[in-house]
């Protein structure tokens, strides 16, 4: 079983960095995708980035070049976000993807973290 735990939300100013951690407890791969939703009250999970087997981070249009992911081993995942706006202002969850050969495939969501981007 895997379980998935965000951390690093928190108020900042516009302009200001945050950085979210997020780590998965249970038999994680480094070819598992994780990535990062975020969501704002009535309204849907948006995307914002994921790792790719290359190394290479996807972003959203909205955060490119402001946000970064990374990936300190098979379990653990970070979000930089730097120049943080108030629309950046939401729940971010993060999510793991297990995708075995010869069997199903399994997506785990944490909680999610707040972050509030205000004067």
């Known amino acids: 079983q895997v379980q998935v735990g965000e951390s690093g939300g928190g108020s900042v100013q516009p302009g200001g960095p945050l950085r979210l951690s997020c780590t998965a407890s249970?038999?994680?791969?480094?070819?598992?995708?994780m990535g990062w939703y975020r969501q704002v009250p009535g309204n849907e999970r948006e995307f914002v980035a994921r790792?790719?087997?290359?190394?290479?981070g996807v972003y959203t249009d909205s955060v490119q070049g402001r946000f970064t992911i990374s990936r300190d081993n098979a379990n653990t995942i970070f979000l930089p976000m730097g120049s943080l706006k108030p629309e950046d202002s939401a729940v971010y969850l993060c999510y793991v993807i297990q995708a075995r050969t010869g069997g199903p495939k399994f997506e785990y969501w944490g909680q999610g973290t707040q972050v509030t981007v205000s004067s």
């Open positions: 790792t790719t087997e290359s190394g290479r």
């Open positions: 249970g038999t994680i791969y480094s070819s598992d995708t």
